[in-house]
């Protein structure tokens, strides 16, 4: 636990940057919660805050493969007619954190048409995506959270197999909003 606090803290320092003008100025505290990689793709997961004070759970995910693309959140759980998986991070449960508001994606998503399915999918353009939920976090010492993480990545030719619900329980250090 200490080498995970200790983690925390250099999350933290290292969100403080210099800037050639304005001398130090604090931008997006972060604190990384956990990384795994899992069918190709790499999952980050960190808790952020704004200067403004507006937290976010955030879950980065990028495929190894250059041409790969991963689904949109807003695709069924269960795909289309069982085709695909969105891309999803979701809140499972938690005492210290609640969602405020919905996910939202820093890429926008784009029609791929499967004319062999005669399905068109939401994807996201080639390489990772962030996904971003705002939260409301009130803890006073350190606690823990279970997410839930979702995703599938393809090419114009071949998919991955699909990581569905994988569920983690992740501990928010002391330090955090």
């Excluded at 507006?54 to 269960?78: E, Q």
């Excluded at 289309?80 to 996910?103: D, K, M, N, Q």
Aim: aromatic share 6%.
């Amino acid at each position: 636990m200490r080498l995970a606090s200790a983690n925390a803290r250099l999350a933290l320092i290292a969100s403080v940057i210099v800037s050639g003008a304005g001398g130090a100025r604090l931008q997006s505290e972060r604190w990384l919660l956990t990384r795994f990689a899992e069918h190709e793709v790499a999952v980050e997961i960190a808790l952020e805050r704004e200067p403004s004070g507006k937290t976010w759970l955030v879950g980065t995910y990028t495929p190894a493969r250059a041409t790969f693309h991963l689904y949109g959140k807003d695709l069924p759980k269960a795909g289309i007619h069982g085709v695909a998986r969105p891309t999803l991070l979701e809140l499972v449960r938690s005492a210290a954190i609640r969602p405020a508001g919905p996910l939202v994606a820093d890429q926008p998503t784009m029609d791929l048409h499967v004319a062999a399915l005669g399905l068109t999918f939401p994807v996201y353009p080639e390489g990772a995506v962030t996904l971003r939920l705002p939260v409301t976090v009130a803890l006073q010492d350190s606690a823990t959270a279970e997410v839930s993480v979702t995703y599938m990545a393809c090419s114009d030719r071949t998919c991955l197999a699909p990581v569905i619900d994988k569920r983690m329980s992740l501990r928010i250090p002391a330090t955090a909003p």
